[in-house]
């Protein structure tokens, strides 16, 4: 009864991995899943969340914060698939996602460069030299994409709480090691830790309702009461209450609501 | 039927797991009880020692030398006694010059943040939210520490074939973790991965009974040969190869001795 995240590079038999433990644990295995649902729930066309979580915001993307509110729609839907439970995602900057909850094991799996390299040139039939470019330049892409959006460095192991290297140690014995980690007790979900996924997926939803239209919202949740956040009162501030009090009114689980400008934002903010 | 490296961010969980690994496993645990013995062996004394594993290096470079050559030393003497086999090394910076080596086991640790921040800052208490400016500290300085005296960054997971963060396993899981993984055939000495650190013994052997009169000097060895490699002018290139020969020749498993001296750059004879 856990959740598992898997970060991964290209080509580093992340996707082997995780699809392995899924099976092994009968637990359901997602990764372009979350788009599709996010593509659905908030009409966007899938490419566009895809472009959204590939390349590292631009320039100008920095001032249009379009990243950030797709970003948000991904952050709801992969967190309303993690609330039933039972879940692998190995999908993008799911260890960053879901940051804050207990009962998620969050792995990495890495692999050697040279292999890499080796499994890139056989599959798109490319010299070493254009693979070892492709390669580098992905990983430098996300490394940047995660940087700019969340301010981490996806290669901190810190950032996980186990990190495979698949060399010496081989797919299964990966698989094997997650599966353990999964059933210590710590990773079961309990009353508690699913009462924060539920706060967490009240505060995506908010957030996502709210961020095509507030770029700089933050939004907290604990036991249904709705903390939204924002860098400044400006002019935008009652109209950001109005709508704050709207989806109050709309959104199942919330009992309050609340709009602190110009007050610090607490980490678990998404 | 391997060896274990440990290295972590924490010195007394490093040192927890170690010793609890060894016990588990019956093996021998290997420690910086050692730096006695290369105290009395190199005639440095221990705190030296000890300093030269801490402290990041100066900028102007003259303890980054002395560094070098307490390093060298510590790392001849565990090499030697890695020989052994069946060991579990920790507090050594083993990490670092064991690389190559198929039948070790390379384990990073990574402490909970908290406790983590109250053992670097010796203060203590130390609240949640001024842990992660301790930690990014004390992690830029044993990055600049490591790439300075060995070229690798300790703190990049690839350098590992696992890593295990503290943050929600606890201890006894990742004892039972290293115990498992060590057990893995792929983990077992072979005749060449035996030859590998056999030789990086007697390379490391001959390059700290060098170091002080020869302090660029680089060194490798195949079976009994083995390879020197260091800098001088012109005019003294004969009687130098001549001195280095004489001494390495002399020190135990040297069947032959090659020496390379290249032309340093400021003293280049007319």
Same mark, same amino acid.
């Given at each position: 009864m856990a959740i598992i995240t898997i970060s991964r590079g290209s080509y580093s038999k992340g996707k082997e991995v995780a699809e392995k433990v899924a099976a092994r644990l009968g637990y359901e295995c997602i990764s372009r899943e979350v788009l599709l649902d996010a593509s659905d729930r908030f009409n966007i066309p899938e490419v566009r969340l895809i472009r959204a979580i590939h390349d590292a915001p631009s320039i100008l993307d920095r001032f249009s914060h379009g990243k950030q509110a797709f970003m948000a729609y991904i952050r709801y839907a992969l967190a309303c698939r993690a609330q039933k439970d039972n879940l692998v995602y190995h999908g993008l900057a799911g260890h960053v996602l879901l940051l804050?909850?207990?009962h998620v094991l969050k792995v990495r799996v890495i692999a050697n460069l040279e292999d890499r390299v080796k499994s890139e040139m056989s599959r798109e039939k490319i010299s070493e030299e254009e693979a070892r470019s492709l390669i580098l330049r992905d990983d430098q892409e996300r490394r940047k994409w995660t940087r700019s959006l969340y301010g981490l460095d996806p290669w901190d192991s810190a950032l996980y709480d186990l990190v495979l290297h698949i060399h010496k140690l081989t797919v299964d014995d990966a698989v094997a090691f997650i599966c353990e980690a999964a059933k210590l007790k710590q990773f079961e979900s309990t009353p508690e830790t699913r009462r924060k996924m539920d706060d967490l997926v009240t505060a995506c939803e908010v957030k996502a309702l709210l961020a095509d239209e507030y770029m700089d919202v933050r939004v907290a949740c604990e036991f249904g009461n709705v903390l939204i956040y924002t860098k400044s009162g400006g002019r935008l501030q009652h109209k950001l209450q109005e709508s704050a009090r709207k989806l109050g009114r709309e959104i199942k689980g919330i009992h309050h609501v609340e709009v602190h400008p110009g007050v610090p934002t607490p980490a678990q903010a998404v | 039927m391997s060896i274990i490296i440990i290295s972590s961010d924490s010195y007394e969980k490093g040192e927890e797991i170690a010793h609890n690994a060894a016990r588990a496993l019956d093996y021998a645990c290997l420690d910086r009880e050692l730096l006695a013995v290369v105290a009395a062996r190199y005639g440095i004394p221990q705190d030296r020692l000890e300093w030269a594993l801490e402290s990041s290096p100066s900028s102007w470079g003259r303890s980054a030398r002395l560094q070098d050559r307490c390093l060298a030393y510590m790392q001849s003497t565990t090499l030697g006694e890695l020989l052994k086999d069946n060991t579990v090394c920790h507090g050594l910076a083993a990490h670092l010059y064991v690389v190559g080596i198929s039948h070790a086991l390379r384990v990073r640790i990574l402490a909970e943040p908290v406790e983590l921040a109250r053992e670097i800052s010796g203060e203590g208490e130390v609240p949640p939210e001024r842990a992660p400016r301790f930690i990014d500290r004390q992690r830029k300085l044993r990055q600049h520490w490591s790439l300075t005296h060995?070229?690798? $960054?300790?703190?990049?997971?690839?350098?590992? $074939?696992l890593v295990i963060s503290l943050s929600q396993i606890h201890t006894d899981e990742a004892i039972k973790i290293i115990a498992q993984t060590a057990g893995?055939?792929?983990?077992a000495p072979m005749t060449y991965s035996l030859r590998c650190i056999k030789d990086a013994e007697l390379a490391s052997r001959v390059r700290a009974g060098l170091l002080e009169a020869y302090p660029k000097v680089k060194v490798r060895a195949e079976g009994g040969t083995v390879i020197v490699e260091t800098q001088g002018s012109r005019r003294n290139k004969l009687k130098k190869a001549a001195a280095i020969k004489e001494e390495v020749q002399a020190?135990?498993?040297?069947d032959y001795v090659e020496v390379h001296i290249k032309n340093g750059l400021f003293k280049r004879a007319p």
């Open positions: 804050g909850i207990p | 060995y070229q690798l $960054d300790e703190t990049d997971p690839s350098q590992y $074939d893995y055939r792929r983990f020190m135990e498993g040297v």
